[in-house]
C-alpha cells in the first residue's frame, strides 16, 4: 500500500498561507494530506510545537514562511 | 461659525486609484461616493492576472 | 473587499456624472444611475441566473476571448459581489421572452422592472480617476490583428495566463489550440507613435511586457520569446534590476528596432524589421503580442466639457508640473492614469496625494458627515462561562458545497466538545446571514464561534464585526479555512475533502475553546507631525499635513531650505521652477503651524506611531520635541563620479551645472559650438546600479534650451535607452526636430573622453555608421544621476530598512508606496528613490495624507494579536528585545530590574518574541502556545482515524 503521509503545515499568514489561498483561487489541485495551522510569523513557532506535532502523529511537519 | 462645507467628497471612477482615494478619504474622516459606470469596482487592475502576489488591491 | 466594507464608503455603480455645480467646499452632483436589474440587498451571488441563462453574450471582461451569459458576475470577487443583467442581451429586457433567471432565483433577487433613477449629491469635493482608455483597433489592425488570429493584444494575454481565464491558465494560439513555440512581443503599439495621434510613451507596457513574457514562459519553459524595443524604458524603482534578472533567467532575446511589419506565411507569422544597423531581418513567430499602450479615457472629453477641466492635446487632464494633482477647476482633482499614463504604484501615490487634496480643501469639516459604527457593550459575564462554542458552515453556494459535504461537517463538528450549537449556511458573508449570525449567537448565548468558510484573511475582519455587533469580543472568533486550502484544491475527491473539513473544523473548535477576550488597544495620538528635509517634497509634505490642520516641525540640515531644486533653472513644462519653490517656502515659513528649523538635525528618534519623541540638535543647543508621525524626505544628491574628467576639466559639467550655465549671459555655453550630453555616468551599473529616471528628461530639457537660445550650435546626446516616458516624449520629439542629434552606444562599448591639447572630443561607434565617430566637445555634460542622501544615519535611527542601493524600502511597492515597515514613518521624494519633481510634489502629498490619518483619527487601534509580556516571569535577558523585527520591545526598570515591555503599537503579532522567550513569558493575542497546542493535538485525531481506517483495510485484505 502506497505511503500516505499525514503532515502538519505550520503557514505564516502573510505569505504562505496567502500562498496557499491563491493556490485554491487557481484551482491548484494537491494531495489532501496537509492539515493547516495559521500563525502570524513562522518566527512564532517553538520547536516545541514541531515536537509535539511529531508526537502527535504527524509524518512530517511542513513550516512555509 | 460652523462651515458651511460639506464633508463628502466624490470620486469618478473605481479603479485602482478611486478605490485607494476613497479609502484614504474614509480614513481621513470624510464620507465618499465611489461612483463608476461599470457593475462593479476594480478596473483593470481587476483583469490583470498577475500583478504582485497577494493581489489584495480591490478584491 | 475593504472600500466594499467601509462605511464610509458608499459604492455607486452603473452611474455617471451627468452635471455639477457649485463651489469648492459646496459642489451639487447630479448622477445617472443605470438599472441593474437585480436587488443588491438580496442577491447573494450564488450564480443560478447565470446558469440558467440561456442567452450567451461576448464576454467582455475575459477581453472577448470566450462566453458568458446575459445574467452575469465579470468576476467572483467582484464589488459589489451582486449580479446583473446586461440590458442589450436579456432577452425579457429586450424581446420581453424569458424570464428564467427570476424563476431559479432562490432570493428573488431580480427585478426587470428596475428604472434608471437621478441621484444629487452635495459634496465638498470632485476626484477624476477616470483611468485610462483603449488604443483603437484600428490602430491595431495595422500590425495585422483582427486579420490574423494569431497577433493577440497584450491584455488578451492576460487572461490566457490566468488561471481563472477562458482557457484556465494554458498558453494556447488561437489559430489551432497549439502552444507557440516562438513567440513576439512588439512594443510601442498605439505608443510613441504620431500617426495615431498618441504622441506619447504609456509608460507602463515595457515592464508588463516582461511581466507577460516572464509568465508565459512559466507556462512553457520550451517557448523562445523575443521582445522589440525603440528603448527599453523601466525607469521605475527596482525596475532595471527586474528586467534584467528576468532577461537572464529566461533567455529572452531583446531586438532594439521600429516597430517590425507583420505578415502571416503559412501557418506562421513573418515580423520584417530593420536593426539599427541598418540591417533589414525577417524572423517566423507562431504568436505576436501587441504590447498595446494606454489611450486617454473615453468618456473624458465629454465629462471635461461638463465641468469645464481642460484636457491636453492627448485627451487627458491637464495638469502643472507645481500641482500635478489640480485641475483647472478649483476643488476638482485628478489623479491615476487619466493624470498623464503610469503604472499601478505611481497610480496608488497619486490616489494618497489626492486624498491629501481634498483633505486640505475640507479640513474644518472633517468628520462632519463620517459615520462612526456603535457596537453594544461586551457580555464580560457570557464570555466568562465554560465555552459555549458555535460553529457554522458554509456552503458558499457551490463553492464549498460542490466538494464537501456541509452537512456532514456540521454533523460532526455538533459532536466536538464545547459546541453547543451547528449551523450548515448558504453564505455565510451575505449581509441577511450575518444577521442571522448576530441573533444565533444572542440566543444561544454562545461566547465562541468558529466559521468553517473561506480564509480568514480576507473575511475574519467582517466576522470580528459581527461578534462586536453580537456583544462579543471580537478575538472570540476561529476560522476554519475549507474553500480556499480544501474544497478548491481538492475538488476531485470530495471525500478526503471533506475529512479535511472535518479535521480543520476540529482543530479550529480545540483552539476556540482556549481562545480569551483581547482588549483592542487604543493608544492616543500626539497630532504633530516631524518633517525631516526642506527640500521639495518635505516642504510639500509639510504644508500638506499643517494645511489639513496640524502641528509640523519642519528640520532642515543646511542653512536654507529648497535642496536639489534650487539648482534646477528650467521645466519642459515651461514653469519656472524658481517660482515654484518660492512659493513653497513664502507659505511654508508663514503658515501658523509650521515651524521651521534650519541648520538642524534629528537626533534620535525612540518611540512608536503616535508618541514619538525626537531630539532636534542645532548650534544654539538641542530641543527635544514630541510627535505622533515622522515624514522623511531627507532627499538624494548629485552623484558626482571622477569620469570623464568631471572635477578637473572645467569644460565637463554635470546637467545641474548646466542649468546654472544657461541662465548666465556669456560663460562657457556661449564660446562653445559642439555640446555632447553623455547619459547614463554612474547610473544604471557603473556606481549606481539603478536608473536615476529624470536624467533623460532633463538633458532633453536642457539640450532645447540650448538649441532655442543658439540654434546653430551642435548638440549631441549619448544614450543607452532615452527614457523621455510619458509627455515627455513631445520634448524628444521636438528635441530631434531641432537639430539635437541623438545616438545610441551600448554598455559595452561606452563613449570615451580624447583630450588633444586644450580640445576634447569623444569618441563613441555609431552602429549605423558602423564606425567610431569623434565627436568634438567644447562642452562636454554629464547626466551622472542621483545618488542617496544620508539615508543610512537616519535609517539605524528610526529602525526602517534600506534597499540594497540606498534608499528607503517601501512597505509595499506596488499598494504601499509612501509608508515603511516601521508604523508611523512615512517617505517621499528622492528619499525613496529618483524622480522629477511633479512626482516628488506628488508623492509628498501622498505622505502627507498617510501621515494624517493616525492625526486626524486622535488614537491607533491595535489588533489584538500582539505579544504580552508577563513581567513577573521575565528574566531581563533582553532576547526579544533584541530579535524584534519592528523595535516593538523596550527594556524597562521595574524596581532593580530590567524587564521587557511590548509598545502596543508598534508590534505586528509575529510572535518570534514569544517563541525565543527562554522562560515563556510572552504571550501572544489570538496564538498562545496553549491555543496552538490544542490545534496539534487536535491534529492527532486525523493520524488516529487514518491509522484505525488502515488497520481495518488490512483485517479486510
Redesign the interface.
Known sequence: ?AF?P?I?SFFC?WCC??A??S????????P?NN???????T???????II??FY???DGVLVGG | MA??????????????????????????????????????????????????PTN???? | ???GR?P??????????KELSGKP???K?K?HIRP?YVDPLKCTSCGMCTTYCPKEVVDE?N?RLTFTKAAR???A????TVY?LDEKECLRLQHESCQLCANVCGPNAIVFDQQPEERE????????????GRVPEEVLEKYGYGKYPDVLTS?EL??L?????PT??EVIRPSDFAHPQRIAFLQCIGSRDVTCDNGYCSSVCCMYAM?EAS?VKEHLPEAQIDLFFMDIRTQGKGFDEAFNRAVEKYGFRTIYARVPRVDQVGRRLALTYVTEDGKTHRDFYDMVVLSVGLDAPA?AEV?SQRLGVELNHYGFAKTRVAAPLETNVPGIFV????QGPKD?PE??V???G??AE??EL?A????????HKEFPPEDEELERLEPRIGVFVCHCGVNIAGVVDVKEVARYAASLPGVVYTEDVLYSCSQDTLNELVKKIRENRLNRVVIAAC????HEPLFQETLREAGLNPALIEMA?I????A??????PE??T??AK??VR?AVAKAARLAPLELQRVSVTPSALVIGGGAAGLQAALSVAN?GFEVYLVEREAELGGNLRRVTGLLSGEKPQKILEDLIKQVESHPKIRVYKGTTVENVSGYVGNFTSTLRREEGSEVINHGVVILATGGREHRPERFGLGENERVLTQLDLEAELERRGGKLSRARSIVMIQCVGSRGDDLKYCSKLCCQQAVKNALRIKKRYPKKDVYVLFRDMRTYSFSEDAYREARKAGVIFLRYQPESKPELITKGKRLAVKVYDALLGEELLLPADLLVLSVGIAPGENEEISKVIKAPLTGDGFFLEA????MPVELPVEGVYVCGLAHAPKPLDETLAQARAAA??A??PL??GFVEVAP?VSRVDQARCIGCGICAE?CPYGAIEMVKVGKRKKAQTITASC?????C??HCPVLAIS?GG?T?EA??A???A??A???R??EG?SK?EKAA
Open positions: 500500500m500516505d499525514k502538519l499568514h498561507y496567502a496557499a489561498d493556490a485554491g483561487v487557481a484551482r491548484y489541485q494537491y489532501p492539515r493547516v495551522i495559521r500563525v502570524m510569523c518566527g512564532r513557532i517553538d520547536p516545541r510545537f509535539e506535532a502527535a502523529g504527524a | 462651515s458651511k462645507k460639506s464633508g463628502k467628497v466624490l470620486v469618478l471612477g473605481g479603479g485602482i486609484t478611486g478605490v485607494q482615494a476613497a479609502l484614504d478619504l474614509a480614513d481621513l474622516g470624510y464620507y465618499v461616493y465611489l461612483v463608476e459606470k461599470k457593475a462593479s469596482i476594480g478596473g483593470v487592475m481587476a483583469q490583470l492576472d498577475k500583478t504582485f489584495d488591491c480591490s478584491i | 473587499m475593504e472600500a467601509s464610509n464608503i458608499e459604492i455607486i455603480t452603473l452611474a455617471e456624472l467646499g459646496n459642489f452632483a448622477l441593474r471582461y477581453e458576475i465579470d468576476y470577487q467582484a464589488v459589489p446583473y449629491l452635495e459634496v465638498g469635493a470632485v476626484v477624476l480617476a477616470l483611468g485610462f491584455l492576460e487572461r495566463t490566468c488561471a481563472s481565464g484556465e491558465g511581466k509568465v468618456d465629462l489623479a491615476g492614469a487619466f499601478i497610480s496608488v497619486q490616489a494618497q489626492v486624498a481634498c483633505s475640507l474644518e469639516v472633517r468628520g462632519k458627515d463620517a459615520i480564509s480568514p484573511r480576507t479555512n474553500r480556499d486550502q480544501c478548491w484544491v481538492h475538488a476531485e475527491d478526503a475533502a475529512e479535511k479535521d480543520q482543530m489639513q509595499h511597492a506596488k499598494l495624507a498617510k494624517a490619518i486626524a483619527k494579536i530579535l505586528k503579532g509575529c510572535g518570534i514569544a517563541s501572544m496564538f502556545d496552538i497546542l490545534q496539534i493535538e491534529f492527532g486525523f493520524v488516529e487514518e491509522a488502515k483495510e
